[in-house]
């Protein structure tokens, strides 16, 4: 199998005059230790190549997955759970196929969470999770096919039967036996990485089962395991067509637990995530926990509203609604809603249309105190258009000039970018930047800084059609509606999530969008029915 | 019930025991190898860099520090400190995520390993074995990882102290027979099942489980008592802590965590990263406005006076580590963990105002065994551009590693420096 390190050669690579030794995308794994037992063994893990389907994997659930697994399993958001898994974070995602392992210190973690949830589940969940209680031949079969094909997310070999069922049998108790087999199946390979094998077609591919098909729908729709329904129909044979793919997924997106994992997508790709613990110097303490909680809904909700409305791309830049609660809304200096969130009009001039006018994007993409210029466009250029920024050379003057009189940040920002050195890059940044000026560090409007007047004019460089001037953020998202980078950019990250790997079926994705009516939603359903999703290359 | 269950067990010693350490009630079995070197610990205190004018101790001479604003905090060690600057990374730690700081290899390195990871595999080569070869803790979990190196692959720190914690004192000593055989069988099913994943995968596909086999057979190793550390005495683990608020707070706890796991000889080798270099979160009153370290503190910031002020609060936590290190007797003999430890303050970058690694510094300290060459009045060595990983030799050598075959840049010395210890 060829194999390529995610690194400079599949970026684009903006400026020139930018170029350093760039750093490569290959990304942290495992959890904080080397390991104790062999030798170092092994390499550097490198992404395989993925033209059109890539190599049968494992793929580590994430935290996040592994949590969500354990609760609707035992139905019980009380079931223990923690930092168990180390998630890697590449292009800002903790998706990785790759680079999400168990090394390490992971699998002491992982005892350590095991025998906590089967101390819990003995004693809270065992009437529960088994009908009879007796130490005969039946019963803890009974339970371990049950709650194993659960955990294993298919059903359980019979030898992998007869494994639990001889720690089972080791045990004196009932409990003790349900003890051993909970601890042990939540340590298992089957349960903490999902499987793409598949088995050997006649086209020499390897389809997916539909087991594994299940459980790629489910964990890319809902973050989660397959639930009932989709188990039964894999069961069924009733998961092996794209009809039988699209069935599933229409479920999947109208149910709630979609907005879960529509909502990390959300926040990784516009880098938002962290915005409930940036430090923010507010003078006026009204960005409160909940008003960044409320932000972060915000924009998830808009985007949840395109993906499930089957609306255009170009919707999530040119809504003129939002969705907010009164607190939220009083932060905002807007009416309208109510205690709950709810679909609101936004009143004219009142702020930019789309995500991008959202406070989630402008408080995240800003300084402390201070709206930045910088921030703002290198979020357009690498989230929205898929373009990388090379960080500043060595020994340039970084230094942004203090604040004296009433200078306005486009004016700092000027005089930063007036050495024709930092220009080549700041370019194609600042320019860009400068749109969201109405806009301070804190999503609020604002018409003057420091008594001047705010001059939101600027420029998108570089595009295919020549430099796009702007006026205002409207402008900006205006522009980026109607932009091919901008859908093949979200093309390109909701594939990454989904597979785990970058530019993976490309081309049969871009084929199917373009014959789509160009939702949101046709990307989610040309990723579900591309080579990738559903089938493996023959090693 | 003939058996003694882990439920039963867990009434006994209390519920924390289900997390907690059982050192603090065996007594450790004798050391498989005492030490390598002069140094038994070496403590590993990485941050970003900093602005080399603010922090640079003008007028110090070798055997002599004048602190600056920056480095004042650090003064309550002085007659075992060691101040070098002016050394270069000769690229390899000239820009954001450069994996230099610590490996000596910039992007395109081939071989990165980070000197932890390098030291702990020549202990563990010469048979210094502990229960875990090595910590990696701290830094900020919404950021991809560039610090921590091993066989090419960028390593994750643990982020939660309390993730850290259990995986440090997680129980694994003084369990009953029964739950140790339950433990024992449950890794023998896993291994069994990743043989069969394996089985149907590339080589790739492979060595990704075959870390997994690793992770389980140093579990497996902790189970039998086969990597024992050199204890003999008793150590007590504290309390499981509480989620940190920020992730500057979860690193001072990752410190004292260390310097604990140390004190139970739980593991020679600990690194403890404050902060990253993308973003890092501060919202500390002695530091001032808050604000993110790089991008409001080092860039947006001038004159700097919360980079000071973050410097010399990290200055605190470094000699708040080594005070919790001369209180603690060292496990292996020899007077206080202090004395057998060697601390390195390490960081990602030189100048981090220019986005440079030609003028890389690192504080030293610790009584480490005897290695470090002292003064009453501190020493301040100029490493007149001499190659960073040096430095990173150096602590090498304190823990008695002579061959440097296999770290940094094969292209620039790979030793350690001049004057710095014996």
């Known amino acids: 199998m060829t194999s390529r390190k995610l690194g400079l050669s599949s970026l684009v690579v903006l400026a020139v005059g930018c170029g350093v030794d760039r750093p490569d995308h290959g990304a942290s794994a495992g959890g904080g230790g080397s390991d104790a037992g062999a030798d170092p063994g092994g390499g550097e893990l490198v992404a395989p190549a993925c033209a059109t389907r890539g190599p049968r994997i494992t793929r580590r659930l994430s935290n996040a997955q592994l949590r969500n697994t354990l609760q609707a399993v035992f139905q019980d958001t009380t079931v223990p759970t923690g930092d168990i898994l180390t998630d890697p974070v590449v292009l800002g995602f903790k998706a990785d196929a790759t680079q999400a392992t168990v090394r390490d210190l992971d699998s002491q973690l992982i005892m350590n969470n095991a025998e906590a949830v089967a101390d819990w589940a003995v004693t809270k969940k065992l009437g529960q999770l088994t009908s009879c209680q007796t130490m005969d031949a039946t019963c803890p079969r009974t339970l371990i096919q049950t709650l194993g094909k659960k955990l294993y997310r298919e059903p359980l070999a019979q030898a992998t039967v007869d494994a639990y069922a001889a720690l089972f049998s080791a045990e004196t108790s009932f409990a003790d036996g349900t003890r051993a087999v909970i601890s042990a199946m939540l340590q298992s390979p089957y349960v903490l990485y999902r499987r793409e094998l598949g088995t050997l077609g006649s086209d020499g591919n390897y ?75 507010d003078p006026s303490n009204r960005l409160t926990d909940a008003v960044r909680a409320g932000m972060l809904q915000e924009t998830v909700s808009v985007f949840m509203n395109v993906l499930r409305s089957n609306a255009k791309v170009s919707e999530l830049f040119t809504a003129t609604y939002t969705f907010m609660d009164q607190n939220l809304a009083s932060y905002y200096g807007l009416g309208g809603a109510s205690s709950t969130f709810q679909r609101v009009e936004l009143p004219a001039n009142t702020r930019a249309h789309g995500i991008l006018g959202e406070g989630a994007i402008l408080t995240r993409h800003a300084l402390a105190d201070r709206s930045s210029p910088v921030q703002r466009g290198k979020l357009v250029r690498e989230r929205l258009l898929c373009e990388e920024i090379a960080p500043p050379p060595p020994n340039v003057n970084t230094n942004i000039p203090a604040p004296t009189g009433n200078i306005t940040t486009r004016e700092r920002y000027q005089e930063h970018s007036a050495d024709p050195f930092c220009n080549s890059c700041h370019q194609r940044l600042d320019p860009v930047g400068f749109s969201f000026e109405h806009f301070d560090a804190f999503g609020h409007k604002r018409d003057q800084e420091n008594g001047q007047p705010i001059d939101s004019t600027g420029t998108l460089a570089g595009m295919t059609s020549g430099d796009v001037a702007l006026d205002g953020l409207d402008s900006l998202s205006t522009y980026l509606a109607t932009s091919q980078a901008v859908s093949k950019c979200l093309v390109r990250y909701m594939s990454y999530n989904a597979y785990g790997l970058d530019h993976c079926s490309e081309s049969s994705i871009s084929d199917e969008l373009a014959k789509s009516d160009g939702s949101v939603k046709s990307i989610v359903m040309a990723v579900i029915h591309a080579p990738q999703f559903t089938t493996r290359a023959a090693d | 019930m003939s058996k003694l269950t882990r439920r039963d067990f867990a009434k006994r010693v209390g519920l924390a025991a289900l997390f907690a350490p059982f050192m603090s009630l065996v007594n450790r079995a004798p050391a498989s190898a005492a030490a390598l070197g002069k140094a038994k610990y070496l403590l ?379």
């Open chain 2, 44 to 422: 590993i205190f990485y941050t970003n860099g900093t602005d080399p004018k603010a922090w640079t101790p003008a007028g110090s001479t070798l055997n002599n520090i004048v602190f600056s604003t920056m480095t004042q905090t650090l003064s309550p060690l002085l007659a075992n400190l060691v101040l070098v600057e002016k050394l270069s990374s000769n690229g390899s730690a000239d820009n954001h995520a450069a994996p230099g700081g610590l490996t000596g290899q910039g992007y395109s390195g081939q071989s990165r390993v980070s000197i932890d990871q390098f030291v702990a595999d020549k202990l563990k080569a010469a048979g210094v074995t502990t229960p875990i070869p090595s910590l990696v803790l701290g830094s900020v979990a919404s950021q991809q990882q560039n610090s921590f190196f091993r066989n090419n692959q960028p390593l994750s720190p643990i982020f939660s102290p309390v993730a850290a914690y259990d995986a440090i004192f997680g129980s694994v000593a003084g369990v009953s027979p029964n739950l140790l055989q339950r433990r024992k069988s449950a890794l023998d099913l896993v291994n069994t099942e990743l043989k069969q994943l394996s089985s149907q995968l590339d080589s790739e596909g492979r060595q990704k489980l075959e870390l997994h086999a690793d992770s389980i057979r140093a579990v497996e190793g902790r189970l039998s008592g086969g990597a024992s550390g050199s204890g003999g005495g008793s150590c007590a683990s504290g309390t499981r802590p509480a989620a940190a608020t920020q992730d500057l707070l979860a690193s001072v706890t990752h410190l004292d965590l260390a310097v604990t796991a140390f004190s139970c000889d739980i593991t020679r080798v600990a690194a403890v990263q404050f902060g990253h270099d993308q973003s890092t979160q501060v919202a500390i009153d002695e530091v001032g406005n808050k604000g993110d370290w790089h991008n409001d503190y080092i860039h947006s910031d001038n004159p700097r006076t919360r980079l000071a002020n973050l410097e010399r609060w990290l200055g605190e936590q470094f000699v708040a580590a080594a005070t919790k290190l001369k209180a603690l007797p060292a496990p292996t003999g020899g007077g206080t963990l202090f004395d057998q430890t060697l601390m390195v303050w390490a960081r990602n970058m030189g100048d981090a105002v220019a986005h440079n690694g030609s003028d890389m510094r690192f504080v030293f300290s610790g009584g480490a065994g005897g290695y470090l060459t002292t003064s009453p009045t501190g020493r301040y060595i100029d490493g007149g551009g001499d190659a960073h990983q040096r430095a990173l030799c150096s602590a090498a050598a304190a823990m008695g590693i002579t061959s440097f075959d296999g770290f940094g840049d094969a292209n620039f010395a790979r030793t350690p420096l001049d004057s710095i210890g014996k």
């Open chain 1, 207 to 281: 389809h997916l089962t539909p087991y594994e098909l299940a459980s790629s729908l489910s964990y890319m729709l809902t973050n989660g395991p397959p639930d009932d329904t989709l188990m039964s129909a894999a069961d069924q044979g009733h998961l092996t067509t794209t009809a039988d793919l699209d069935r599933e997924a229409a479920r999947l997106l109208a149910a709630p637990q979609s907005e879960v994992a529509f909502g990390q997508f959300v926040r990784s790709w516009l880098s938002i995530d962290d915005l409930p613990t940036r430090a923010k110097m």
